[in-house]
């Protein structure tokens, strides 16, 4: 009786476990997505259906699917289940059955219309000749006029299926990602035109825009400049902005540097500043300090400006969940949280593909900890966790992060020895690295232990991991192992506390305090001048042009942005006492452009305050600004709407696979039916309008790639049909058949590759 007890009542905790609400969502969104693929198959198969019935071709089935049989209908015979006789035109007679089975098959991802004389050839043993039929509503039979309106038929509904989706979705109406830019990333092409956070697209090339998509495909396809109507502050400018986009390595793909406008807000409770009002879970950020939120940058300029101090926050907090709840402001008060970057000469110079850029300053390097751990991995299985301080890995002792890194793939698999420091204590573990793709198409996968990059550091002690050789901190003396005890005669504990004492003293031999295997040392250490602190430019500032260059040459085909270290360097290293202009602007090259003269000294061609930096205490998400796109309830502006839209997308599609051929958009880009399945699901989830758009543009690229001139696809079809009414007669049905073969071995190897693509996506 107690195992029998023992049984049930682990039986119901496992059921309690279970999240059935979230299982029954998820069915339920399956369901409608399974809907719609079915529903774009049928349409494109009833295109195909009523042209062969119009058009006078006897069709012997009409299914949806493909594979075994599982129900359908004929006249005559009724709803019937699992596989039926292919009848005869005589059986059929004499039994008084229609011609047509309408019938689901068992896999709903496809379908087919199946003609009389398509696939159904008398073959003569003796003589090895393939007779067609020759009956005269078979499809062969008939005019190649007929035949092309045939073929053509199932990719003219899949438009027309698009524009009338997407009608209905403009007549109710339907909020989309607004056309507004939110940021402007320094230096890219979009800046240099003159594109500013709050600009509002109106137009690309004389064409209006509705919805921040269409910026973002236009981008991804131009191959010219782009003329871009601009309203800025409620004005439109006087003369259009022509910019070009240029190739982004980060997104594989064109871009002008742009993204759009977002709503900033809490996603969780932040820690209180004592009695003060604080952050609350989905406060959304209005102001910092009084300067408007617009992006991510005017936070982070606001906090680089706070050095650490508190800051206030205008925010608008909701009465309710929903997304329309009435909303309060109210002003809370945040702490900042600092974070030591890595040294950017580091960062920028690095061609080290795996390398992990640590946290430096001046050349003091702290003890590496791990920020996130892959849930189910070797590391969390081997009991690591998050904060945990990397103390030694194998013989190495405080290693960096490229460090850790290259003894987990050097392991070849083998485990490797790791001890962390967590709360005082040093803890031991063996970590067995497995492959860190679990599926991947070409090549051998790196091994890994499931830890995310990058790295954090150790934030409760000054142990220093490493000194950077030839650093201001190597010249002072101090060596790894060593614990830093006061800056200039003031007693430190965090890492923020020498940098704050430091950035204060440039240009200035500083007293420091260590100790190092019980012993106190004095020594000191010399605070380099940098570029900032010589011209007295303001603590958010970006330098945008040094010498009027933007950019500079680091060897190679590699280049950097001048507002970063090594951009920097390159562009001055040989101007030096040369006076030059600099140009920069404040809130991280967001504000008004300025220009000062500058006398280059190499001395001062630094920046590495900017290793240091303040953070928000809480995660932020980040919601695209919409705003609703309607044709007021008017089917006529609906229905033009729709059709301009889905020719648009005709286009588009064209010109992405364009790209796709000429390597400017990288096939990784591209999913399969697994892929996008598994958008749709996520579409699914956001009601009805929005998985109707997203079934509409499907739709769409359906029936462009269906109609590609490739054989087995409608297009090869077609092709094959204007050259049967150029020569005459058509290509004889081995040649036929050998060009299908091919066609169809062309296309197995593109469905192989991109669901195996899409596959190890999901499980990666």
Same mark, same amino acid.
């Given at each position: 009786?107690? &195992? #029998?007890?023992? !049984? @049930?009542?682990?039986?119901?905790? +496992? $059921?309690? %476990?279970?999240?059935?609400?979230?299982?029954?969502?998820?069915?339920?969104?399956?369901?409608?997505?399974?809907?719609?693929?079915?529903?774009?198959?049928?349409?494109?198969?009833?295109?195909?259906?009523?042209?062969?019935?119009?058009?006078?071709?006897?069709?012997?089935?009409?299914?949806?699917?493909?594979?075994?049989?599982?129900?359908?209908?004929?006249?005559?015979?009724?709803?019937?289940?699992?596989?039926?006789?292919?009848?005869?035109?005589?059986?059929?007679?004499?039994?008084?059955?229609?011609?047509?089975?309408?019938?689901?098959?068992?896999?709903?991802?496809?379908?087919?219309?199946?003609?009389?004389?398509?696939?159904?050839?008398?073959?003569?043993?003796?003589?090895?000749?393939?007779?067609?039929?020759?009956?005269?509503?078979?499809?062969?039979?008939?005019?190649?006029?007929?035949? &092309? #309106?045939?073929? !053509? @038929?199932?990719?003219?509904?899949? +438009? $027309?299926? %698009?524009?009338?989706?997407?009608?209905?979705?403009?007549?109710?109406?339907?909020?989309?990602?607004?056309?507004?830019?939110?940021?402007?990333?320094?230096?890219?092409?979009?800046?240099?035109?003159?594109?500013?956070?709050?600009?509002?697209?109106?137009?690309?090339?004389?064409?209006?825009?509705?919805?921040?998509?269409?910026?973002?495909?236009?981008?991804?396809?131009?191959?010219?400049?782009?003329?871009?109507?601009?309203?800025?502050?409620?004005?439109?400018?006087?003369?259009?902005?022509?910019?070009?986009?240029?190739?982004?390595?980060?997104?594989?793909?064109?871009?002008?540097?742009?993204?759009?406008?977002?709503?900033?807000?809490?996603?969780?409770?932040?820690?209180?500043?004592?009695?003060?009002?604080?952050?609350?879970?989905?406060?959304?950020?209005?102001?910092?300090?009084?300067?408007?939120?617009?992006?991510?940058?005017?936070?982070?300029?606001?906090? +680089?400006?706070?050095?650490?101090?508190?800051?206030?926050?205008?925010?608008?907090?909701?009465?309710?969940?929903?997304?329309?709840?009435?909303?309060?402001?109210?002003?809370?008060?945040?702490?900042?949280?600092?974070?030591?970057?890595?040294?950017?000469?580091?960062?920028?110079?690095?061609?080290?593909?795996?390398?992990?850029?640590?946290?430096?300053?001046?050349?003091?390097?702290?003890?590496?900890?791990?920020?996130?751990?892959?849930?189910?991995?070797?590391?969390?299985?081997?009991?690591?966790?998050?904060?945990?301080?990397?103390?030694?890995?194998?013989?190495?002792?405080?290693?960096?992060?490229?460090?850790?890194?290259?003894?987990?793939?050097?392991?070849?698999?083998?485990?490797?020895?790791?001890?962390?420091?967590?709360?005082?204590?040093?803890?031991?573990?063996?970590?067995?690295?497995?492959?860190?793709?679990?599926?991947?198409?070409?090549?051998?996968?790196?091994?890994?232990?499931?830890?995310?990059?990058?790295?954090?550091?150790?934030?409760?002690?000054?142990?220093?991991?490493?000194?950077?050789?030839?650093?201001?901190?190597?010249?002072?003396?101090?060596?790894?192992?060593?614990?830093?005890?006061?800056?200039?005669?003031?007693?430190?504990?965090?890492?923020?506390?020498?940098?704050?004492?430091?950035?204060?003293?440039?240009?200035?031999?500083?007293?420091?305090?260590?100790?190092?295997?019980?012993?106190?040392?004095?020594?000191?250490?010399?605070?380099?001048?940098?570029?900032?602190?010589?011209?007295?430019?303001?603590?958010?500032?970006?330098?945008?042009?040094?010498?009027?260059?933007?950019?500079?040459?680091?060897?190679?085909?590699?280049?950097?942005?001048?507002?970063?270290?090594?951009?920097?360097?390159?562009?001055?290293?040989?101007?030096?006492?040369?006076?030059?202009?600099?140009?920069?602007?404040?809130?991280?090259?967001?504000?008004?452009?300025?220009?000062?003269?500058?006398?280059?000294?190499?001395?001062?061609?630094?920046?590495?305050?900017?290793?240091?930096?303040?953070?928000?205490?809480?995660?932020?998400?980040?919601?695209?600004?919409?705003?609703?796109?309607?044709?007021?309830?008017?089917?006529?502006?609906?229905?033009?709407?729709?059709?301009?839209?889905?020719?648009?997308?005709?286009?588009?599609?064209?010109?992405?696979?364009?790209?796709?051929?000429?390597?400017?958009?990288?096939?990784?880009?591209?999913?399969?039916?697994?892929?996008?399945?598994?958008?749709?699901?996520?579409?699914?989830?956001?009601?009805?309008?929005?998985?109707?758009?997203?079934?509409?543009?499907?739709?769409?690229?359906?029936?462009?790639?269906?109609?590609?001139?490739?054989?087995?696809?409608?297009?090869?079809?077609?092709?094959?049909?204007?050259?049967?009414?150029?020569?005459?007669?058509?290509?004889?049905?081995?040649?036929?058949?050998?060009?299908?073969?091919?066609?169809?071995?062309?296309?197995?190897?593109?469905?192989?590759?991109?669901?195996?693509?899409?596959?190890?996506?999901?499980?990666?």
């Amino acid at each position: 009786m107690d &195992m #029998l007890t023992s !049984s @049930a009542a682990q039986q119901g905790l +496992l $059921l309690g %476990a279970i999240d059935f609400a979230a299982w029954a969502n998820f069915a339920w969104q399956f369901v409608k997505v399974l809907a719609g693929f079915s529903l774009i198959v049928f349409v494109h198969e009833l295109g195909h259906f009523l042209a062969a019935k119009w058009c006078g071709v006897r069709v012997d089935r009409f299914a949806v699917g493909f594979g075994p049989r599982l129900f359908g209908w004929r006249k005559g015979e009724g709803l019937t289940f699992g596989g039926r006789p292919n009848y005869t035109a005589q059986e059929l007679a004499a039994r008084g059955l229609g011609e047509t089975d309408y019938c689901f098959q068992a896999l709903p991802l496809g379908g087919y219309v199946k003609m009389l004389g398509e696939t159904d050839f008398d073959y003569d043993e003796k003589t090895g000749e393939v007779k067609l039929s020759d009956d005269p509503r078979s499809f062969p039979n008939k005019p190649v006029g007929s035949r &092309m #309106l045939v073929v !053509s @038929a199932g990719v003219v509904f899949n +438009l $027309l299926f %698009a524009a009338l989706a997407l009608m209905t979705v403009f007549l109710v109406g339907h909020r989309l990602v607004a056309p507004v830019i939110g940021y402007v990333q320094p230096g890219m092409a979009g800046e240099l035109a003159g594109l500013r956070p709050g600009d509002v697209i109106k137009s690309i090339n004389g064409q209006k825009v509705d919805y921040w998509q269409d910026v973002r495909v236009r981008e991804v396809l131009s191959t010219k400049p782009l003329t871009l109507g601009v309203e800025r502050d409620g004005v439109m400018l006087p003369r259009p902005i022509v910019v070009k986009a240029e190739h982004d390595p980060v997104l594989k793909a064109q871009s002008i540097g742009v993204d759009c406008a977002v709503k900033l807000s809490a996603r969780d409770d932040w820690p209180q500043v004592g009695d003060k009002p604080g952050v609350k879970k989905n406060d959304r950020f209005l102001s910092i300090d009084g300067a408007p939120v617009k992006s991510m940058l005017d936070i982070e300029a606001a906090l +680089l400006r706070s050095r650490g101090a508190m800051v206030t926050m205008r925010v608008a907090r909701p009465s309710g969940d929903a997304e329309d709840a009435p909303t309060t402001e109210l002003d809370v008060y945040i702490q900042p949280k600092f974070r030591l970057l890595p040294d950017t000469r580091v960062a920028d110079l690095s061609t080290e593909v795996n390398r992990e850029p640590h946290a430096s300053l001046l050349g003091f390097v702290p003890r590496a900890a791990i920020a996130s751990i892959r849930e189910g991995r070797a590391a969390h299985r081997a009991g690591l966790k998050n904060g945990d301080v990397i103390a030694r890995i194998n013989r190495i002792n405080a290693p960096t992060p490229s460090e850790i890194l290259e003894q987990i793939e050097a392991s070849e698999y083998k485990p490797v020895t790791i001890e962390v420091a967590r709360k005082g204590e040093t803890i031991s573990a063996t970590v067995r690295p497995e492959p860190a793709e679990r599926m991947r198409l070409f090549g051998a996968s790196r091994p890994t232990i499931g830890i995310y990059r990058p790295f954090n550091y150790e934030t409760d002690r000054l142990l220093v991991a490493r000194v950077e050789p030839g650093s201001p901190a190597a010249a002072s003396g101090i060596i790894a192992g060593s614990e830093l005890i006061a800056v200039a005669g003031v007693e430190v504990s965090r890492w923020e506390q020498v940098y704050l004492e430091l950035v204060k003293r440039h240009g200035e031999s500083v007293p420091l305090r260590y100790s190092v295997e019980g012993q106190i040392l004095d020594t000191t250490i010399q605070v380099p001048r940098t570029i900032l602190s010589e011209l007295n430019l303001p603590t958010d500032a970006m330098i945008l042009t040094a010498a009027d260059k933007r950019t500079a040459p680091l060897g190679g085909d590699r280049v950097a942005l001048v507002g970063t270290q090594a951009g920097l360097e390159a562009a001055l290293r040989d101007r030096a006492g040369q006076r030059v202009r600099i140009t920069y602007a404040d809130n991280l090259g967001q504000g008004e452009e300025r220009s000062i003269e500058f006398e280059v000294r190499p001395e001062c061609l630094q920046m590495w305050e900017r290793t240091g930096r303040w953070d928000m205490p809480g995660p932020i998400g980040q919601t695209p600004v919409t705003w609703p796109v309607s044709a007021g309830g008017n089917p006529v502006r609906a229905l033009w709407m729709g059709l301009k839209v889905t020719v648009q997308q005709v286009s588009m599609t064209y010109q992405t696979m364009q790209q796709v051929a000429n390597q400017r958009v990288s096939t990784e880009n591209l999913s399969g039916p697994i892929g996008i399945f598994n958008v749709a699901i996520e579409q699914a989830a956001n009601g009805w309008r929005t998985l109707l758009l997203f079934f509409a543009f499907l739709s769409v690229n359906l029936a462009v790639l269906n109609f590609l001139p490739l054989p087995v696809l409608d297009g090869g079809l077609m092709v094959l049909l204007i050259l049967e009414k150029i020569r005459g007669k058509p290509l004889t049905l081995k040649t036929q058949t050998q060009i299908t073969l091919a066609g169809l071995a062309l296309i197995g190897i593109v469905f192989v590759v991109v669901t195996f693509q899409d596959i190890a996506k999901l499980m990666n």
